[in-house]
């Protein structure tokens, strides 16, 4: 009996040692953002080599200074500012373009709307790295280099697939009864769409809204392609691009600048978690 | 009414039951999306097709047509070869390692315990946060100075007097860390679809296998996997996916160098067709990116289809 419960023991102490491991394998980045963030430079800039100097704490009092000199020093809010006017305009164009083609794919096509809707959701694995060439042409054509148009315009060919995809899932999952008794009542479709299923819809429609800003504000390549001034950057890419003053990196506020953004994403996103995985998985669960 | 449209719904053959008013809003509501990737997904990625034919360049918008010559000069290239094996021990180690450990983090998150929703969430970080911002903690702790990896070998005698990493200035190291992130970047969203996976395995099939007598081996071959096996293969090609076509690692974290030896093929790409302005060159290079992609699709559809669902 007591062989028992000791064996118990370990396999629960072990299972939360594993659990432990991997949380501290996850958050390591995040934590060391922290540290150098509020570290003082004399702390922050002892060699790896001086052994009686433990990095992973503060062996000076912690600083605002790097905050401050981000915030007063850099163009980073601009950059927050950039990326938030992009991300509503490509979320705008987003809901536009997939709610309709969202619903129609869930009600109003048969054996081809599925597909279809295959083929749309595929398009979603077309990557940027193969897109930004022809894009590059295609943008210079336009006369939409170095601007933010250039972003508005290319970002919805990865928010549209995907979250096409996701609303029609979700607009599936509506019982046909809403539009129909609205239509008995004497709605055309189009007006029970309007008035019955969008605002059914509002958690999905919120759901659509926050993948596509965070990924928006997570796209680095088409940035890095496009914008070539300081000014109208966005986060992903003024950070790691123009933070760096010549060969200097000020360590503390790129850290400070990495964890303002990737900390309130990464919450957003874990609250919509279970949504987006139901979109990546529709098909191979039941 | 049901009547009064029926043979006519009849007439113009009905999809399931959709009448023709209904097919006409369902095409007028489909257009716009289909519209636009049909002119910005589908079209540009007809063009990446035509520039790998051309001597295109950036600055100019005249081009002439240079048949397979661009496909000849990148296959002769050893930055190219080397770039093009990068690619697929990137994609191929990586993966393992988080198919691997992805199965054990999500049979341990299977278990009830205090603070599971926390740890979730914990764990969940690196694959929410902006991946250039992410890659840029990682490049500070990858220092060439400063590095705490280092300072932690330092302290427990790995590194001797003298000895030193230069984690991103050496090709090996450069792999090895560039490897390390993608693993790290890549478990938790192999996990979580994992996690959706099991947890949709009914308690009772294990309860009959345990009736049947099966053991773990035996439960774990016969009915966990055989059951996991599309959830599996849907974190595969989307770990594969979004692997293989990746340069924002690797261009924060050592721009393709110490001498060209860490680059992948996407990062060349950019390297040759946007940096260096050689657009025919570059793409190109990038639409070796293709065959695989398109395997990945195949396998996709075949997934699908088997599950019947899509």
Redesign the interface.
Known sequence: MAGRSVRRLTAVVG??I??LG??I??????Y??VV?TFKQNAD??????N?QHN??IFNQPPTTEHLRTLFGQTLYTTWLVNTLLVGVVVVAITL???V??G???A????????R???G?F??Y??????????????V??LGLQNSLWSLV??Y??FT??FC?WLLMGFFKSLPREVEESAMVDGCS??GAIVRMVLPLSVPGLLTVVIFAL?LV??E??YS??FISSVQRMT???G??VALVRGDV?Y?GS??A??LI???P???V??LF?DRF??G??????? | MAISTAPAAATVK???G?SW???V???V??V???T??AL???L??L??VF?SLTN?S?GS?EFSFVGLQNFKNVLASPVFQRSLRNTFVFTFVSQLAVLV?GN??AR??M?P?FGKSL????????????????????L??FDS????I??VL??VGWLGPGQ?YYWLGDATLGMTAIIFIHV?RM??FST??LL??LS?IPAEVHEAADIDGAGYFAKMFQVTIPMML??L??AVL?GV?FTF????VI??LTRGGPYNSTHV??SL??QE??LGAD?GR??AI??F??PV?LV??VF??R??RR?E??
Not at chain 2, 124 to 134: D, E, N, V
């Open positions: 299972h939360r594993l659990i991997f949380i394998f996850a958050v390591f980045p995040f060391w953002m150098t922050l800039y002892v060699g790896a080599t052994v990095p992973f536009l373009l997939a309709p083609a619903y129609s794919l009600r109003l096509t048969g054996r081809w709307g599925e279809l809707s295959i749309i595929l398009t694995l077309v990557p940027s790295t193969l897109l930004f060439i022809p894009f590059s042409r295609l210079a054509l315009l290319i919805p060919t549209v697939p096409t479709r189009f965070t504000i997570q680095f390549v890095l392609t986060v992903s890419v950070v790691p990196y360590w790129l850290m600048a990495c953004t990737s900390v994403i990464a919450i996103y874990n978690l995985i139901a990546f998985t529709v098909g191979a669960l039941r | 009905p999809r399931r959709v008013a209904d097919h809003l369902g095409v509501l489909l716009p999306a289909l636009y990737i910005l997904v589908a540009p990625f063009l990446a520039l295109s950036a918008l450990l054990i983090l341990a998150l278990k315990f740890a979730r969430c914990l764990i969940l970080m690196p694959w929410a946060a902006p991946i250039s911002l992410a890659t840029l903690g990682w500070w702790i100075t400063f590095s705490v280092n300072w330092k302290v030193w790290w478990l938790p979580v679809i959706a996976g949709s599309p959830i293969t849907v989307f996916v076509t990746d340069m924002s261009y924060l093929l996407a790409a950019f067709g946007v657009v570059g793409a990038a639409i990116l293709l992609l990945m699709a996709m559809l997934t699908s599950t669902v899509l």
